[in-house]
């Protein structure tokens, strides 16, 4: 049986996330309604579809800037993939946020030719 899960998420900027899904091949589409099991349906903020078919999608949370990401986790035995797929998109969003900070830095300018 399949449904949708939301789960508390550190990421805050759609617009990094959106590049990051990007440039990891993944197709992205901004507001709209993700359908689960049962004609289950969850408003997103953006979605990302892999070439093989694999979804993940984002809203904000009501609570502050966080993103919860909204998943199909038991769709067509597909958990044991997303896991992997998830932590890559997040190590990534964090890596980017981070060089954005060094790139901002004053102090770190000389240190980073980035």
Same mark, same amino acid.
């Given at each position: 049986? +399949?449904?949708?899960?939301?789960?508390?998420?550190?990421?805050?900027?759609?617009?990094?996330?959106?590049?990051?899904?990007?440039?990891?091949?993944?197709?992205?589409?901004?507001?709209?309604?993700?359908?689960?099991?049962?004609?289950? +349906?969850?408003?997103? $903020?953006?979605?990302?579809? +892999? &070439?093989?078919? /694999?979804?993940?999608?984002?809203?904000?949370?009501?609570?502050?800037?966080?993103?919860?990401? /909204?998943?199909?986790?038991?769709?067509?035995?597909?958990?044991?993939?997303?896991?992997?797929?998830?932590?890559? /998109?997040?190590?990534?969003?964090?890596?980017?946020?981070?060089? $954005?900070?060094?790139?901002? +830095?004053?102090?770190?300018? $000389?240190?980073?030719? &980035?």
């Amino acid at each position: 049986m +399949s449904h949708l899960s939301i789960l508390p998420t550190a990421l805050t900027d759609l617009d990094r996330l959106a590049s990051v899904l990007v440039s990891q091949g993944y197709r992205v589409e901004r507001e709209g309604r993700l359908i689960g099991f049962a004609g289950e +349906s969850l408003r997103f $903020d953006l979605k990302a579809t +892999s &070439c093989a078919g /694999i979804h993940f999608a984002w809203r904000r949370s009501a609570s502050g800037p966080q993103l919860e990401l /909204i998943a199909d986790l038991e769709r067509q035995g597909a958990a044991d993939t997303y896991q992997p797929r998830l932590q890559r /998109i997040l190590r990534l969003y964090a890596l980017s946020q981070a060089l $954005d900070e060094v790139k901002a +830095s004053p102090a770190l300018k $000389d240190v980073c030719a &980035c």
